[in-house]
């Protein structure tokens, strides 16, 4: 939460129980950002585990070269993913 969202959550738990809406639908609001933050991530961990593997493999081998199909067939899961 934002220091300004913060101050408004400490303003509103000092006004008791008239503010438990507002404060509800706060706390809604940051838990969908959260989730969003975190869908966000998860894309972003899987795109860079294919590179660790792709990488891990490159060493196995001794090179960076891919067939074709695979390299397309990569590109296309990491640009859905997006």
């Known amino acids: ?3 300004k969202e913060i101050k408004q959550y400490v303003t509103w738990c000092a ?3 008239s503010s438990v809406p507002k404060r509800y639908e706060l706390m809604q609001q940051r838990k969908l ?6 869908k966000a991530l998860t894309r972003m961990l899987a795109t860079i585990e294919d590179k660790c593997d792709f990488y891990r493999k ?3 081998t001794g090179n960076t070269d891919m067939c074709s ?3 397309q067939a990569w590109a296309e ?3 859905n993913e997006f």
């Open 33 to 38: 950002e959260v989730e969003n933050q975190m």
């Open 58 to 60: 490159a060493m196995e």
């Open 69 to 71: 199909s695979e390299r």
């Open 15 to 17: 006004e008791g129980f």
């Open 1 to 3: 939460m934002s220091l």
């Open 77 to 79: 899961k990491i640009l």
